[in-house]
Nanobody, 121 residues
Framework: QVQLVESGGGSVQAGGSLRLSCAISGDVDTDSCMAWLRQAPGKEREGVAWIDADGEAQYGASVVGRFRISRDRVDNSLYLHMNKPNPEDTAVYYC????????????????WGQGTQVTVS
C-alpha cells in the first residue's frame, strides 16, 4: 500500500522561501511519475510540478522559474522548493504518484497525500 505524507506547509511572506516534503512509503516503483498539485479556495486543482523517474521535470506556467521539484530515492522523499512565492500561490499542496508512466503534465493520479496548507502573505 502506497502512503504519501506531506509536511513543511505553513505561512510564509511573499518573496521568501519554503520547502515542502513528501515522505513516500509502500510500493512506489522506480518508474513512477511523481508530482505536486495544489488547490486554492474556489478553484480547480492544478498541477504545479512533475518529475519523471529519469529526473526530467516539468512545471506549471505560473511557477516556472520560481519553484523546483526534486526527488531523493535514498530517503524516499519528494520535495518542492518554493522560491519567491506570492499570495496567488496560497493553496493546499498535494503530493501524488502514478506508477509506471511518464508524467506528461497529468493531473489524475492513483495515489495522493492528505495535503499541506501554504499561505503566502
Amino acid at each position: 500500500q502506497v502512503q504519501l505524507v506531506e509536511s513543511g506547509g505553513g505561512s510564509v511572506q511573499a518573496g521568501g522561501s519554503l520547502r515542502l516534503s513528501c515522505a513516500i512509503s509502500g510500493d512506489v516503483d522506480t518508474d513512477s511519475c511523481m508530482a505536486w498539485l495544489r488547490q486554492a479556495p474556489g478553484k480547480e486543482r492544478e498541477g504545479v510540478a512533475w518529475i519523471d523517474a529519469d529526473g526530467e521535470a516539468q512545471y506549471g506556467a505560473s511557477v516556472v522559474g520560481r519553484f523546483r521539484i526534486s526527488r531523493d530515492r535514498v530517503d524516499n522523499s519528494l520535495y518542492l522548493h518554493m522560491n519567491k512565492p506570492n499570495p496567488e500561490d496560497t493553496a493546499v499542496y498535494y503530493c501524488a504518484a502514478e506508477p509506471g508512466i511518464r508524467c506528461r503534465g497529468r493531473t489524475d493520479f492513483t495515489h495522493w497525500g492528505q495535503g499541506t496548507q501554504v499561505t503566502v502573505s
